[in-house]
């Protein structure tokens, strides 16, 4: 049996099998994955992402979005330079952050394709909608840490796995493109391991403040 794909744990468990994909289970950082022979690939992905109708402008998708950008702006200083890292098609948080006068880069390995952007640090990185979707969420996790400055910010927002029982019948899971399940204990987890302060948690929303001066 394969490593955690996430914190590389050699001893992942079988959590589940739904309706033919099977499901595997860290019992060190608690993140639930579909097995690695069933991931989508990359065109299948694409389709399913192009079906999406997620405009900057469309009122409902900023009052979604808006559950992370209001409390991270709370804590940015004026200036904050950012990074949204999987910004998709239509880059909806980062024109939220703009207007509250945060620069914001846009960054997607489908959509916008700037290798350059992963090279610099910044004072905040979003990820929103993207957790789920990672196939290897170890080595983005790792680049998260080489993105965000010492006393910066981290933005995630992804639907987390609260009860286990209702896993089949979750409508989360029935997006084939998602494919790996957060617990607020994973993030618990990773931030004793790595230097992170877990600021706010609260379903879907995590920020997490880099440990560290800033500098």
Known sequence: ?????????????????????RYLRCPRCQLTYL???????RAAEKAQYDLHENHPDDPGYRRSLDQ???PLGRYLPAGAQGLDFGCGPGPALAKLLRERGFATATY????????????????????????????????????FGELVRPGGWLGLMTRWLT???????WHYRRDPTHVCFWKPET??????????????MNNPIALLRRRGETG
């Open 1 to 21: 049996m394969s490593h955690c794909r996430l914190c590389e744990y050699p001893d992942p468990e079988h959590f589940a099998t739904v309706e033919g994909s």
């Open 35 to 41: 097995s690695t022979a069933q991931l989508p690939d």
């Open 68 to 70: 992370l950008a209001t």
């Open 108 to 143: 997607d390995p489908i959509y916008a394709d700037n290798d350059n952007l992963l090279t610099q640090r910044y004072d905040f990185v979003t990820c929103t909608e993207v957790l789920e979707h990672l196939h290897w969420p170890g080595r983005e996790w790792r680049r």
């Open 163 to 169: 009860d286990d029982g209702h896993f089949p019948r």
């Open 187 to 200: 993030f618990r987890w990773l931030a004793e391991r790595d230097g992170w302060e877990p600021v706010l």
